[in-house]
């Protein structure tokens, strides 16, 4: 159970978040992308809180907000309401999920450590330096690849487009 004090702080999260994102006024992808990399700062910059947006909303009155808010914005931008509920559910998996932790900052920097067990991994060692790049670009991967596949579903939802004329 999340305690009131959490749930304060995730409120907190939530305003900063859709103070700064327009759901509802961007397109869906522009608004998608522009709340994922701000939800992933957000929580970034709190990551004890984390745990607490993964978790269903619950009767939290910021968490039940914040699911309003990306629901709606969803279904006013076309997707069906079982698909926006997964859209939803899946976007905030893959943001909670990246805010967690750094993996490239798990390797230590001790390079015998890989040197005759692991010989694959002959060059963990420098990820240590690089983990917001890599972390930054990994997320970025991520994020675009989820934004291109839901092109695609809402494109088969949606039905084919009619052709440009030039």
Partial sequence: MIDAGVDGVVGGVDRTVFATVGLGRDDRHTALRTWARAYR?????????????????????????AADAVFGALVDAGWPRAQA?????????????SALGSFAGGFPDDAR????????L????LLADLQREINESAFEAGLEALLVGLT???????????????
Avoid: C, I, K, W
């Fill in 152 to 166: 695609r579903r809402y494109e088969r939802l949606e039905g084919p487009r009619p052709a440009a004329h030039g």
């Fill in 122 to 125: 002959d060059q963990a060692h």
């Fill in 41 to 65: 700062d957000a929580l970034a910059a709190r990551p004890n809180v984390v745990p607490a947006p993964a978790q269903a909303p619950g009767r939290r009155p910021s968490a039940l907000r």
């Fill in 85 to 97: 509920t997964r859209v939803g559910v899946l976007m905030r998996y893959f943001v909670t999920g």
């Fill in 113 to 120: 450590l890989y040197a005759d067990e692991y010989p694959h």
